[in-house]
C-alpha cells in the first residue's frame, strides 16, 4: 500500500485540478457503495459487538482506541475478541492469534495491526469478517468482540457503533474516494453512527473549528481524548511505514524532541536487514535516537531492538463516559 495521495489533504489548485477529474469515479464509487449496503442481509450473533471504525481511507487511529477499549473492559473484568482483516496477512481463512506467546509471532502471516493488538487480547484475522466472529462465537460466545474497521461492514449487526477522527488528520478535502479521502458521505456516515471518538493534538487543531466538529457535537455523543508519545526532550531521526507519517512526527515534535533527520516508508512497509543497517548507521552518524511506532517495529528483527526505542502512544481522555458502555457491561 502506498502513501496517502497528497492532494487528498493539501490545498493547491493543481490538487483541486486532479480531485475534480476524479470525481465520475467517485460517483461510481458511492452508487456501488449504496447498492451494497442496499442488498446486504444483516447477520446477528451471540456475542456483544463494538465496531470501531472510520469515515476516512487510512489510518485515523482506530488501533490506539482498540487497545483503550480493551482496557476499558478488562477494567470491568470482561475479556475480548478483536476481529480484523490483519492487512497484509497470508492466511487465506480466519485463524486466531491468542495474546499469550507472541513475541515470535511474523508479521508477514498475521500483519502488523494485529501482532500489536494482540499483546492486550486474543485476535482472530481473516477476509471474511462475518466468518471470524463466527470462530469467536464458537470459541467463547460471552466475550465481547471489538470489530475493527467494522463501519462499513453492512452485513453485521452491531451494537454499538463507533466512529474515529484524527482532529489534525481531519477529513481532508471531504470528497469520496478516490477524489479524496472519504469511504462514505461525512454526514450519513455520523448519522449512523452511535459515538464519535476526537483524538485531539492540539487545541488549535482546525477540526474543532469546523462545521464537522459542530454537526457531531449535535447529533451523537463524542469523547475527546489526547494522543501523545513517551519519548521526551531528545535528538530523534524518526522513521515510520504508516499511512500519515506526519502524525507521528508532529507528535514527537510536540514532546519538544529535535527531529534531525527523518525518514518516510510506504504504508505496512516490511524491513530487512538492509533498511534497518542502514538507518542505525546514519543515526550514528548524526548521533540521534533512532526512532519508531509500536506499529513498525513488530516487523524488525529482534536482533535490532537494542538499537531502536519506540515511541509508545498514550491516550489521554478529556471525555469520556462510561455509564454509555451499560448495556455492554
Given amino acids: 500500500m502506498l502513501n496517502t495521495p497528497e492532494f487528498w489533504y493539501k490545498d493547491s489548485f493543481f490538487n483541486k485540478f486532479i480531485s475534480v477529474l476524479l470525481l465520475p469515479f467517485s460517483l461510481l464509487y458511492h452508487l456501488c457503495f449504496l447498492i451494497h449496503k442496499k442488498i446486504s442481509p444483516v447477520k446477528n450473533f451471540k456475542n456483544k459487538i463494538i465496531s470501531v471504525g472510520g ?43 491468542q495474546q499469550s506467546n507472541t513475541s515470535n509471532k511474523n508479521s508477514k502471516i498475521y500483519g502488523d495491526e494485529a501482532l500489536l493488538i494482540s499483546k492486550y487480547s486474543d485476535v482472530i484475522i481473516g477476509a471474511n469478517k462475518q466468518e471470524s466472529i463466527s470462530l469467536a462465537e464458537n470459541i467463547d460466545p460471552s466475550r465481547i468482540i471489538i470489530l475493527d474497521d467494522g463501519h462499513q461492514s453492512h452485513r453485521i449487526k452491531k451494537d454499538i457503533d463507533i466512529i474515529v477522527i484524527d482532529s489534525m488528520q481531519n477529513i481532508g478535502n471531504g470528497k ?83 527531529l534531525l533527520k527523518t525518514k518516510i516508508f510506504p504504508d505496512h512497509y516490511d524491513y530487512n536487514d538492509f533498511d534497518i543497517k542502514t538507518l542505525i548507521s546514519e543515526a550514528k552518524s548524526i548521533n540521534a535516537k533512532l526512532v519508531t511506532t509500536e506499529k513498525d517495529i513488530v516487523k524488525i528483527n529482534q536482533k535490532y531492538y537494542n538499537e531502536i526505542s519506540v515511541a509508545k502512544l498514550n491516550i489521554v481522555w478529556e471525555k469520556f463516559d462510561e455509564s454509555f458502555f451499560e448495556k455492554i457491561c
Fill in 55 to 97: 469515515i476516512n481511507v487510512g489510518g485515523s487511529g482506530k488501533t490506539p482506541i482498540t487497545i483503550e477499549l480493551i482496557k476499558f473492559f478488562k477494567s470491568k473484568g470482561l475479556n475480548t475478541f478483536v476481529v480484523m482483516r490483519g492487512y497484509k496477512s497470508s492466511s487465506k481463512k480466519s485463524i486466531l492469534l
Fill in 176 to 258: 469520496l474516494i478516490p477524489s479524496g479521502p472519504l469511504r462514505e458521505p461525512f454526514y450519513n456516515g455520523i448519522e449512523n453512527s452511535d459515538l464519535v471518538v476526537v483524538i485531539k493534538h492540539s487545541d488549535d487543531d482546525v477540526f474543532f473549528k469546523s462545521k464537522y466538529y459542530d454537526f457531531i457535537q449535535k447529533q451523537k455523543p463524542t469523547f475527546i481524548c489526547k494522543a501523545c508519545v513517551d519519548i521526551c526532550n531528545s535528538d530523534v531521526y524518526p522513521f515510520c511505514g504508516i499511512g500519515f507519517p506526519w502524525k507521528f512526527f508532529q507528535s514527537l515534535k510536540s514532546q519538544n524532541n529535535n
